[in-house]
């Protein structure tokens, strides 16, 4: 594990470190100029690329995985260079993988096996704004918060809101069925997504959904959202846009015990009320949060509560009273409302910038993404910081506590023998332990390559045999990213089209 | 691996591993995609809630069991779920119709509303799909691929569903004359209903806001309290909300209707014309049903795609 996830984060979010590997990255051979020469001709010399330094780019995500390898890395502009490249691909017999921004914390935009990396960045632009149906159309490469701008004066907005919308993209969050913390009340990607153009492994062009109701026959788009790249393309989204809420409020609640925290999640939802998010931050996260960002946090606390409640405003008053009440019934030491605008900016501003401020922590850290009944989160607190106890490591916690969405990160420094031994132990632990408790493997990161061998532990043969059903009837056979998400038992044709590029000379 | 509610194996057991087959419901939507093919065996699937979680806002419930004494059960907590409530009509036919309820700009689609299934598969054998919370991306998302699917890739025998609190206070209004656009601006407005000329609404939330859109809506004209949303004309058409909007131009064709705006569902009395559908898109509801059923088994006669 040569690279980490914080200098993935770091390269992601901007301050790029050099990529003193690009070296590393294994040599095209000659085996590619004609794969190169005909992609070249279908799109234009100027999107296509085979060099060390953009192959190394495109070899990895922001996850620790670091066993990609991208062949030639093309960079369409519409959605017939995108047909142009499958079909190409399809020619010399290489796979296709589809990358986003490389945000991604699963190794889903890792290629495997040399494929066609089709990159969407020159494809960012907003198609058309439709108010009357409540959607707009993007094409993939847009990117999250530039979404969210562009709407923004006409009083509706793009409701999934990843900790990474400033970098990530639509087709990225399309392919990983992304949240965030507004998620809570508004559902993940999926729920905001009314119609996607795809193109598939065989270059044809479909649009799965409509704008209508209820589109007619199978729900092709609801099974298309999620699937890591591995059943087409997204080359155009028509993303369902929600209305502002008329009032917002915006509150911070302060405890002495991590227990009492999470016992007031619980008791939120337990009262009926669904806030439009809950995030919860413990104490070793409020102070990095804090000496990062000045967000204003308490740093004697022992974990914040983020809590927003959003509606019309007599309802917003109400509900941000009983929200109040619960958390001092439990034990709040402060409930701090955002006084206005600045202020409720800031309280975010330290919650999304939490993996950040980690990096100054500790040089290394590993994310993990699981979920566990939202009931349970006092018992599985406990049990993380046990696990870790147990493994000498450092955790640090701030999670979309609402839905019962975990994201502890284990920082660490890789320098020191056996520590990456102990995170991977302790991962292992805190998986195995939600899966226990009635959770899920990933709540919003998708599975990748990193969880892959996991999902056998979630679903059993049969689960895995009707979801393999679902990839190969969009995909026959496998050339979309292959090797993910299904476990290698469960991917026999997956392991046919990595061989292929091992045998890339054949072609030559 | 999960362990399964007693009633799945003797439901798969029913299903068996061969032969034309198919789940009879409460029978409310039973000719939705055509007729069941001659010489298919009925099934039931099994009943009865099996765990509400209301602090959990979930609800593991056999397929079998109707929509409205499931609601009552949840009703005790002041829970419901997303699925439309009719008389007769059972949790697994309304997933399998996949037709939203008419309270679906406050309560969503119901697509959204499955979390987990335990189904028999063609092969006879149970599958799961999802997971046990409210949030899980892992591996690919068979929920959403059933639901809507007339039980013709697997028969449901157990869903885990998303609940909804209800409404603090519930009111149906129907306004005279009123432009249902403004109606639809009232944030509180769980549905909203246009005949063309009337417009009906459900107002559901807080008191404070319920009386604030009251309020909102008198100033727009007439407005009276009713017990509830207009008869409903028989068929459904699914149209964009711009077309359900701008309904009544179309009204030759059907008939005198009920338009749900911001939605998109119409109530019409007169069916859909079948929608043209892309050549690709049929293609690859073939082959879903290819790869999901390989012999045909599973509620032959019925097709998604005929569902207007
Ligand atoms: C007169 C009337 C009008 C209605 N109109 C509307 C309306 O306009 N809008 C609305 O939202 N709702 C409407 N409904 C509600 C309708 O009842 C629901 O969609 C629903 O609950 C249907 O369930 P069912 O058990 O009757 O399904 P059934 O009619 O028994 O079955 C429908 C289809 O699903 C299959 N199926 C049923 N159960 C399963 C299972 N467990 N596994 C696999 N396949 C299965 C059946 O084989 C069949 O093909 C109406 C109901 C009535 C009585
Ligand atoms: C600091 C940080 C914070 C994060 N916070 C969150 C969070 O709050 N919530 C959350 O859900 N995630 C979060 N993530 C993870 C990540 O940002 C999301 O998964 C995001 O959706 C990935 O988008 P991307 O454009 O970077 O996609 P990539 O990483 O490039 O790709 C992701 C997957 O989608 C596929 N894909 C990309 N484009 C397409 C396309 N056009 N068609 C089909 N498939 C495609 C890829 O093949 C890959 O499998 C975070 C990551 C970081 C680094």
Request: aromatic letters at 4%; a negative charge; glycine letters at 12%.
């Amino acid at each position: 594990m040569a690279r980490t996830l914080a200098a993935a984060t770091r390269r992601v979010l901007g301050s790029r470190r050099r990529g003193d590997r690009a070296a590393a990255a294994p040599a095209a051979g000659a085996a590619d100029a004609a794969l190169v020469a005909d992609l070249v001709e279908a799109i234009g010399a100027d999107r296509v690329r085979a060099d060390a330094a953009a192959r190394y780019l495109a070899s990895r995500d922001a996850s620790i995985y670091k066993e990609g390898n991208a062949g030639p890395v093309c960079y369409p502009g519409t959605t017939s260079d995108v047909v142009a490249c499958v079909k190409v691909a399809t020619r010399h017999g290489r796979a296709v993988s589809p990358r986003g921004a490389g945000t991604g914390l699963s190794g889903g935009a890792a290629p495997l096996g040399r494929p066609v990396v089709l990159s969407t960045t020159r494809m960012d632009r907003l198609l058309e704004i439709d108010l009357d149906n409540g959607v707009a159309w993007v094409q993939p490469g847009m990117v999250n918060l530039d979404l969210t701008r562009a709407l923004a004066p006409h009083g509706v907005h793009y409701a999934p809101d990843p900790s990474s919308q400033a970098a990530c993209t639509i087709g990225g969050n399309v392919g990983n069925n992304a949240g965030g913390p507004h998620c809570l009340a508004y559902g993940v990607t999926s729920a905001h997504v009314a119609a996607v153009e795809v193109v598939l492994s065989d270059g044809s062009v479909v649009t799965l959904g409509d704008l209508t109701a209820e589109p007619a026959g199978y729900d092709l788009r609801g099974a298309f959202v999620g699937s890591e790249g591995m059943c087409g393309i997204a080359t155009a989204v028509a993303v369902r846009l929600t209305r502002n809420p008329p009032a917002v409020r915006t509150m911070l609640l302060s405890f002495d015990d991590v227990s009492d925290a999470a016992t007031t999640v619980s008791a939120i939802i337990a009262a009926g009320i669904v806030p439009a998010a809950i995030e919860m931050m413990d104490q070793r996260c409020v102070r990095a949060v804090e000496d990062f960002a000045q967000a204003g946090y308490p740093k004697e606390a022992a974990a914040v509560l983020l809590v927003e409640v959003d509606g019309a405003a007599g309802g917003v008053a109400i509900a941000a009273d009983r929200v109040a009440g619960i958390a001092r019934r439990n034990q709040a030491v402060s409930v701090r409302t955002a006084a206005d605008d600045g202020e409720r900016a800031r309280l975010w501003k330290g919650r999304k910038s939490a993996f950040g401020a980690v990096a100054n922590v500790m040089p290394d850290y590993y994310l993990h993404d699981t979920v566990v009944p939202r009931t349970r989160l006092v018992e599985v607190l406990e049990r993380i910081y046990d696990i870790v106890d147990r493994h000498d490591l450092l955790v640090l916690n701030v999670f979309h506590a609402g839905d019962g969405n975990l994201h502890p990160i284990l920082a660490y420094d890789s320098r020191v023998p056996g520590a990456e031994e102990r995170v991977h132990a302790a991962g292992r632990e805190i998986i195995e332990m939600s899966l226990d408790m009635g959770g899920a493997l990933t709540g919003e990161h998708g599975i990748g390559v990193e969880k892959r061998e996991y999902m056998d532990r979630m679903f059993s043969p049969v689960d895995l045999d009707q979801q393999s059903r679902l990839r190969a009837s969009f995909d026959p056979h496998c050339r979309m990213n292959p090797g993910k998400v299904l476990p290698s038992a469960h991917s026999c044709s997956d392991i046919g089209a990595l061989k292929a590029a091992d045998a890339a000379g054949v072609w030559g | 691996m999960a362990h399964f509610d007693e009633a799945l194996p003797a439901f798969a057991a029913e299903v068996g591993a061969d032969g034309p087959v198919c789940v009879r419901g409460g029978g409310t939507r039973w000719s939705l995609g055509g007729e069941a093919a001659p010489g298919t065996r009925e099934v039931q699937a099994p009943e009865g809630v099996v765990a509400f979680e209301p602090a959990e806002m979930t609800v593991r419930v056999r397929a079998g069991t109707p929509v409205a004494a499931l609601h009552e059960e949840l009703a005790e907590s002041g829970q419901r779920t997303a699925l439309p409530e009719r008389a007769g009509g059972t949790v697994g036919g309304a997933l399998m119709a996949g037709e939203s309820s008419i309270a679906r700009l406050g309560l969503g689609p119901v697509r959204d509303a499955l979390l987990q299934a335990r189904y028999v598969c063609a092969d006879g054998r149970i599958a799961g799909a999802g997971a046990g919370t409210v949030k899980n991306v892992s591996g690919f998302d068979l929920c959403r691929l059933l639901v809507g699917s007339l039980g013709t890739l697997g028969l449901v025998g157990e869903v885990l569903l998303r609940t909804f609190p209800v409404g603090e206070t519930e009111r149906w209004v129907r306004l005279a004359g009123a432009d249902p656009g403004a109606v639809r601006s009232c944030h509180t407005a769980a549905s909203v209903l246009w005949d063309g000329a009337d417009a009906w609404t459900l107002l559901s939330g807080y008191e404070v806001d319920v009386d604030d859109d009251l309020s909102r809506l008198a100033a727009l004209g007439a407005c009276e309290d009713v017990d509830g949303p207009p008869e409903l004309p028989p068929h459904r058409w699914a149209c964009t909300p711009a077309e359900a909007a701008a309904f009544d131009a179309r009204n030759g064709t059907a008939g005198p209707f009920v338009a749900e705006i911001g939605v998109g569902v119409v109530h019409a009395s007169e069916p859909q014309p079948l929608r043209p559908v892309e050549p690709g898109v049929a293609e690859l509801n073939r082959r879903f049903k290819d790869r999901f059923d390989p012999t045909g088994r599973l509620n032959p006669g019925r097709d998604p795609l005929r569902k207007p």
